[in-house]
């Protein structure tokens, strides 16, 4: 290591979920409360979720996975549908696709933003298509414009994978409903938590009717209290449905994690323009751009691409990072360079060169908001010793 880094003598995550007394003393209230499942406190997330991004209707569950699952079943997925997606995305995205017997279409990325291509979407619209599925990537949004345009044009549904995207805004909009569905993830890396959980928002009460059923075994009526004084216990099971419910522990965790989203989401903007300004003389390193379109962008992720010029693998990158005590994270490996995927639809890589060439090279640095500006300056240090010392 040269002479002016100092290894720092503990180990810098890439992400850490921020917990305070408020969360724990609102989990302790529930412990204490007699009701610990799917109650009144998920229900006053799901109002104030609602009310936070500005759609009628907030459905929390167990994660963001089980609310794609239920939401392409409720849009009507069936086997051999083709839903148009983007490869750069956790493969839980792509897995629901599969999982109903439907086809996942993957388009190209846009090189520097990473955000799905419109272009392409348009372009891949076949007799078959019923749906796209674009995720809003890092925490900055996907053009959704251009996309709302095909979809009207061709009559197909947009169902916004809005996982990175709690306090995400397109054109002045809370992203996740520009259609007829979207999902946020809580998973602890995200930028609020409820340890696991997630939530669709949506403005039909319809679908949200059938998401209900779908969410929890087929019961139609969702009287949390069926077991308490003044409830009654319902049991007319009108479709099959999963278990895929949101507990109260869970909300306990979120409505403080809500209350606070705005703030850590801002530390997380500050933090993410310091990189951007220290790794702006790195040329080794490709940092994350932002889409010229009018969006708030809330940095869910800091992740670079490690170009030709570094000279090394990113793997190697990644360990040598790890030597210094800098955690980071892989998001994503695309999901047609996953062996299931790479078995059953060869030959993707070529007509997807950008996500290709990015699944290889791209690296989460650390980013969450208990982040002191003088760690963001210590990973920039590490990051540019490692380039130094490069074989
Ligand atoms: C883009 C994207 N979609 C969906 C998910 C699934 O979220 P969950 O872990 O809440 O099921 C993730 C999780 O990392 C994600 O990054």
């Not at 169902?159 to 990175?164: C, N, P, S, T």
């Not at 500050?270 to 009018?294: N, S, T």
């Amino acid at each position: 290591m040269s002479t002016s880094f100092q290894k720092r003598p503990d180990f810098l995550p890439f992400s850490r979920p921020t917990i305070r007394q408020a969360e724990i003393d609102e989990v302790v209230d529930t412990l204490r409360s007699g009701w610990i499942t799917t109650g009144p406190k998920a229900q006053r997330f799901e109002e104030e979720f609602a009310r936070f991004t500005g759609f009628p209707i907030a459905l929390a569950l167990s994660s963001a996975t089980a609310g794609l699952h239920i939401g392409l079943m409720a849009l009507g997925l069936k086997p051999g549908d083709e839903v148009i997606t983007t490869p750069m995305t956790w493969v839980a995205t792509v897995n629901m696709i599969e999982a109903l017997g439907g086809r996942p279409v993957f388009v190209d990325i846009h090189r520097d933003t990473l955000q799905i291509d419109e272009e392409q979407v348009a372009a891949a619209v076949t007799p078959r298509t019923v749906g796209i599925l674009p995720v809003h990537f890092g925490g900055a949004p996907c053009h959704m414009d251009p996309l709302l345009e095909t979809a009207r044009k061709h009559g197909l549904w947009i169902f916004e994978d809005a996982a990175h995207g709690v306090g995400t805004h397109y054109k002045g909009q809370h992203v996740g409903c520009f259609d007829r569905l979207g999902v946020f993830s809580f998973h602890p890396i995200k930028n609020m938590t409820t340890g696991e959980g997630g939530v669709l928002v949506l403005k039909d009460e319809e679908l949200a009717r059938t998401l209900r059923a779908l969410r929890f075994h087929g019961l139609e009526k969702q009287a949390w209290n069926r077991y308490a004084e003044g409830g009654s216990p319902q049991v007319e099971v009108t479709r099959v449905g999963f278990k895929y419910n949101f507990m109260d522990l869970q909300a306990a965790l979120g409505l403080p994690q809500l209350a606070s989203v705005e703030e850590f989401n801002a530390r997380r903007i500050e933090l993410a323009a310091l990189y951007q300004e220290l790794f702006a003389e790195v040329e080794e390193i490709q940092r994350p751009a932002l889409p010229a379109y009018p969006h708030r962008a809330t940095w869910h992720l800091y992740a670079v691409r490690v170009t030709e010029k570094a000279g090394m693998s990113r793997d190697a990158f990644i360990a040598e990072l790890k030597a210094r005590n800098v955690g980071t994270g892989i998001h994503f490996k695309a999901v047609h360079e996953q062996p299931y995927y790479q078995q059953k639809y060869p030959g993707l890589a070529s007509t997807l060169p950008h996500a290709s060439w990015s699944s290889e090279r791209i690296c989460s640095l650390p980013l969450f908001p208990a982040m002191s500006e003088e760690d963001a300056r210590y990973v920039v240090a590490a990051v540019k010793d490692v380039l130094a010392r490069r074989s």
